[in-house]
């Protein structure tokens, strides 16, 4: 990943090892972690940004959570998003990092993103992260009785329901039809960019350096 020349980074559910190993080797500027979630053993960050880039701003706000979570180990107060803007000449670009929990419905999950794309600015977004977008055959019956799905939430595809989720908001997915999951063999991690961007770039890689997930880039000439 060090070859990779990565100007930001966003990571989910890292060892704070890990991000103070970045700050101090690589990245000099950094967003205040999402949240710990404890073990007496050791802590694990479920996101934070780091960056080469000159942050102008930024900030964490808090999601609603669910039973579930509260019984699998999170708190109310531990799901949160986090952005920050970053000022490239006269353009500001705004990077959201975002962990949307798994133990919710697909429609649950989707008004947890409509608030956090309340946050959206009026220029450049990139909204980032581990969206745990399962909702799709053949996961629906098995995992919507574990989270609150509705009669409708069984038959959905939350692919698509992502892609409406962007064309409202001017945004689209960088790429499409990939795995970033390889255990499930599926794709729950996304990169959303502007709609209007052309000059860009995704992709995953098949390494996955003990993560159960494909670290995904994007490469971008747009700013």
């Known amino acids: 990943m060090q070859s990779l020349d990565i100007d930001i980074l966003c990571l989910q559910e890292v060892r704070s090892d890990t991000l103070q190993y970045l700050q101090q080797n690589f990245y000099a500027s950094t967003a205040i972690p999402r949240h710990y979630y404890g073990r007496e053993v050791y802590s694990v960050i479920a996101a934070g940004i780091k960056s080469r880039a000159n942050v102008a701003k930024n900030f964490n706000r ?3 959570n669910t039973l579930l979570s509260q019984f699998s180990g999170w708190r109310d107060a531990d799901s949160q998003f986090q ?22 419905a697909p429609s649950l999950r989707m008004l947890l993103l409509d608030e956090v794309m309340q946050n959206l600015c009026v220029d450049a977004n990139i909204v980032c992260g581990d969206f745990n977008s399962f909702a799709h055959w053949p996961y629906n019956p098995f995992l919507g009785i574990l989270n609150r799905s509705s009669w409708n939430d069984f038959f959905s595809n939350e692919m698509k329901m992502l892609k409406n989720h962007c064309q409202v908001r001017g945004l689209k997915l960088s790429m499409e039809q990939v795995v970033t999951c390889p255990f ?9 960019i502007p709609n209007s961007w052309t000059k860009f770039f995704s992709r995953t890689y098949g390494q996955r350096f003990g993560s159960d997930h494909k670290p995904v880039v994007l490469e971008t000439t747009e700013i």
């Open 62 to 64: 808090p999601i609603r």
């Open 184 to 192: 499930w063999g599926t794709q729950i991690d996304h990169i959303l």
């Open 83 to 104: 952005y920050s803007d970053y000022l490239f000449e006269k353009n500001r670009l705004r990077v959201f990092n975002v962990h949307l929990p798994y133990q919710l």
